[in-house]
């Protein structure tokens, strides 16, 4: 009789700055008795989130269960940059640009119809444009490498046929206040998300439609009759079926073992700025920019509701325990500072009140741990580092494949071959560690 039981469950490294600047969070409930459902799912980020929605836009007659080990918006999905990206943005390569032209375009095209579903979720959730801004990103540049990695792009971006801007050292420092810059590459397709605002306000809209809890662990699940039986710390599920969009944790489940790459990002926020900071700063409002080699540092500038704030995101590291430490918090923090010395020289007086840690999940060709896992199993994991964009597209496509039996977005990532296997450690996370620290000192002044 198949059961899969949980052999660690996600934990988290400093509060996420996200959540932290946002009002007081309303309660969702927890899971406190036995009910049935006809879809379980275990995980509410960005796929979690969005399965459920497609579930019910589907069939709103279907019973539909969500279930969230921690507070919603605390969790990774709270803990990310924000960049909803629809262009090509490949990690591993040195200017973002994938594998080939129409790879590209058929991605750009799947991510369009993320950003659409988002779009539609922001208008029903009535968030306002400081939390769901379409207002694309800037590659920004620091040095002659990076300088070329934009001109690299924008010849890609040329043969694809895409739109973007390529901006001088001046108006780089007219848009950051920064000096640092030396050139940027804007394009205009991305939308930039508050991510916890958009998780707290989607998770509170769903609770009106289906049943959603939070600190409610999924510890295991099992074969029962026709379905499954979902068992938390308080309460179970009987479900038809169950669908796992927790990303990393997938593994935790004893899926695709020693195939997905856990890797952490650190990111520190400052406090609010003073006016007077804000006026020795100069530069626009809102800002967002990615570093020309993927390996630097990302920077946004956000105002709004809670206050104006700078967010620099860069550091990077291996974990296949799926959880950093507060000492490896606090080294990245240390790389913040400086990073934002070197952009801010002018701001010296301005301290960073967030710090925190939060894990993705890739694979090392790039696939997504995606489709039927088991009889009435399904998985919309691993995102490879562009959690919102395809976080979202996983979660649309797993409820498309679940109730109509495939879609475009399904078949997308059905398409694709499995993650292969890593090396065995202690050679895994050596090698890993090793490459990341290897491309971060390269980056240098990105």
Sequence with gaps: MSRYDAKRLPRQTGAAGWNAILPPQAPLPVLESDLTADVTIIGGGFAGLSAARRLHQLD??????????????ESSAGRNSGFMIDLPHELSSDNYAGTGLE?????????????????????????PQEMFDPAGKINAAATRAGDKHNRDFAAHLDRLGEPYRLLSRQEMQERTGSAHYTSGLYAPGTVMIQPAAYIRALSAHLAGQISVFENSSATGFGKQGNGWLVSTPKGRISTGRV??????????????????????????????L??????RLGGTPRWSVTPADPMGTSVR?????????ILIRTCSSFHPTIETSEMRLRNAGWVHDRKFKERFPQLGDVRMEHRWAGMLCLSR???AAFGALDQGVYSACCQNGLGIARGTLQ?????????????????????QPEPPRLPPEPFASLGANSYLMWKEWRSGKE
């Design 60 to 73: 709103p007659g279907l019973k539909v269960a969500l279930l969230e080990a921690g507070r919603f918006a």
């Design 243 to 272: 669908i796992l969009a927790n990303n990393g944790h997938l593994e935790s489940f004893g899926f695709y073992q020693r195939r997905l790459m856990h890797i952490c990002l650190y990111a520190s926020m400052t406090e609010r």
């Design 301 to 309: 500038r956000i105002s709004g509701s809670y206050g104006d704030r």
């Design 395 to 415: 979660g649309m496509g797993i409820a498309e494949l679940v109730l109509q039996g495939g879609s475009d977005i399904a078949s997308h990532f059905l398409a």
């Design 365 to 367: 060709n790039g696939s």
């Design 274 to 279: 003073t006016p007077e900071q804000i006026t």
């Design 103 to 127: 790879a590209d375009k058929a991605a750009i095209a799947m991510n369009r119809k993320a950003i659409a579903f988002a779009t539609e979720v922001a208008q029903d959730c009535a968030l």
